[in-house]
């Protein structure tokens, strides 16, 4: 035991290894105690090589050298290397001779250094409980900002685009809001107005990008904000589409008529531009175009729209094409071509102050120009609630030149018109006008009654008729035929007997006035039938 004697120690510290190069050496003298102990802070003696304070702790490992002389002169034995592994023991002996040597300097207890891969960075000390997490390689008080990608756009049109992004991670806390945000400048962030806001949390996101302008590049970003901040996913460009003129198809003719039809057409695109007109246009020459005047106005913008043709000509062809226009021009549908149907002429009579059709109707089509349903099977008929007409017996040879079609009720009501244009169905009404006129003592106040007695003979045609045919005179000249009626069960009855027509006046829901006669006597019945029944029908000119 060296106790109480002078000796010579020598420190060494070596760069990158044991045996590197020494940058920096020192000798202390101290004396042992009486132990033989000494205790020596390196960077405290005489320098032999280099200086203390110009080590450069933040560059390559450190190592240690120890020798001693017990003599106290200068021939030393090795008393070993070690690497210096304690940062705090670095960072002090780089501060031990200069004030921080550039470190940031702390300024609240609990303050942290850390080493972003360049250099020391100061984190100043939390809050009370406050978490630290450690953020890409940082640590930060709190929690991090999410993780979000974006996600690449589709459905790319004129004025809009699908994107969306993933949250992959929250960051320690709730995402309390996230989208994507669009700009014609780089990098855009949720201090602009256009962005989407897409619910909360982690995951994937869809946004729907609006009221882009045609023809140009946006940039495009999704975001995700939680308490600490918000982060944004990758920078992604695309261009809208180029403004062009409408698609539009032209819809199919309907409704034909003497004088009108109905068409109309789809936008299926606008172009990128607004719709500002959009209908048909039609003439009796191939390929309409907008400079005539024959032509509809039916709305602005993409969509469904009809369009009412008026103003023809009967049993005429035309071509027809539905058009769309915006800034660019003006689109059209693939053209149309129909016929308008013939003039219906009806043979008719004057009596009194009215003017009556002199033959049963014997007409298929709407005033619209629909088709009216014929139905023979019995069942069906039986069944029907809406309009329909058949034959006698569906036998259009033997019957339909002398007594025209039969027609339900339903025909009789249907707002598209049974009576030609220029007609209308008899109301009750003017059925008891009629008898009246024929005779001045007819009861026009009964119901379910024979109105008259006489006139029945003055509406009775002189032919058609089953025997006898009794008073039958048509002076009237309303040339009234027994047209008989099919049944509620669909069958038929009555050809040659009964003549019976329907008025447009309902008696109650599920039946309507009609006129009878008959081929035995001169009365005219006046009574109401199921609305199911076919009867013929006669009109009254408007």
């Known amino acids: 035991m060296l106790s109480n004697q002078l000796i010579k120690v020598r420190f060494s510290i070596h760069d990158s290894a044991a045996n590197g190069a020494v940058v920096y050496q020192e000798t202390q003298t101290p004396t042992t105690n009486a132990q033989g102990l000494i205790n020596l802070f390196a960077g405290k003696g005489t320098a032999v090589t280099g200086t203390f304070a110009g080590i450069n702790w933040g560059s390559k490992s450190k190592f240690l050298q120890t020798e001693i002389d017990i003599a106290g002169g200068n021939n030393y034995t090795d008393m070993g290397t070690m690497q210096l592994m304690s940062v705090p023991y670095a960072l002090y002996s780089n501060v031990a001779n200069t004030a921080n040597n550039g470190l940031p300097t702390g300024t609240s207890n609990g303050d942290i250094l850390y080493w972003n891969g360049t250099s020391w960075q100061k984190l100043t000390a939390g809050a009370y409980g406050q978490s630290l997490t450690m953020c890409d390689g940082v640590p930060t008080w709190g929690g991090c900002t999410p993780k979000v990608t974006t996600t690449s756009t589709s459905t790319i049109s004129f004025t809009s685009v699908t994107s969306g992004g993933n949250v992959t991670a929250e960051g320690g806390v709730s995402v309390t809001s996230r989208g994507v945000c669009w700009s014609t400048a780089l990098n855009p962030t949720i201090a602009l107005t256009t962005k989407t806001v897409n619910g909360t949390g982690a995951g994937s996101f869809t946004s729907s990008i609006t009221g882009l302008t045609p023809n140009t590049l946006y940039h495009v970003r999704a975001y995700a904000t939680n308490s600490v901040g918000t982060s944004y996913g990758a920078d992604i460009t695309l261009t809208t589409l180029l403004t062009a003129l409408p698609t ?295």
């Open 248 to 542: 539009v198809t032209t819809s199919s003719v309907t409704g034909i008529a003497i004088t009108t039809a109905t068409s109309g057409g789809i936008v299926s695109s606008d172009g990128g531009a607004s719709v500002n007109f959009r209908g048909v246009c039609w003439s009796t020459t191939p390929n309409p175009t907008v400079s005539l005047s024959t032509k509809t106005v039916d709305g602005t913008g993409a969509g469904a729209f009809t369009s009412s043709i008026t103003g023809l000509n009967a049993n005429t062809t035309y071509y027809v094409r539905a058009y769309a226009t915006n800034s660019v021009g003006t689109a059209y549908g693939t053209q149309q071509t129909f016929t308008t149907a013939s003039a219906v002429v009806l043979p008719s009579v004057s009596i009194g102050t009215q003017i009556w059709t002199s033959q049963n109707l014997n007409i298929d089509r709407y005033r619209n120009g629909d088709i009216i349903p014929q139905v023979t099977d019995a069942t069906q008929w039986s069944a029907l609630t809406t309009g329909a007409w058949c034959w006698y017996n569906n036998d259009s040879t033997t019957y339909a030149a002398t007594y025209g079609r039969l027609y339900n009720w339903y025909a009789v009501n249907d707002s598209r018109g049974l009576a030609p244009q220029g007609w209308h169905i008899p109301s009750d009404g003017e059925w008891n006008n009629l008898v009246k006129y024929l005779d001045a003592s007819a009861d026009t106040t009964c119901q379910l009654c024979i109105q008259s007695s006489i006139a029945g003979a003055a509406l009775k045609s002189i032919t058609g008729w089953n025997t006898p045919n009794t008073g039958a005179t048509n002076s009237s000249g309303f040339t009234g035929l027994p047209g008989g009626c099919r049944y509620l069960n669909g069958t038929f009855l009555s050809i040659g007997s009964d003549g019976n027509w329907w008025s447009s006046k309902e008696f109650d829901s599920s039946s309507a006035w009609y006129r009878g006669l008959n081929y035995n006597n001169s009365n005219v019945d006046r009574g109401s039938f199921i609305k199911t029944l076919g009867f013929s029908v006669r009109c009254v000119k408007d």
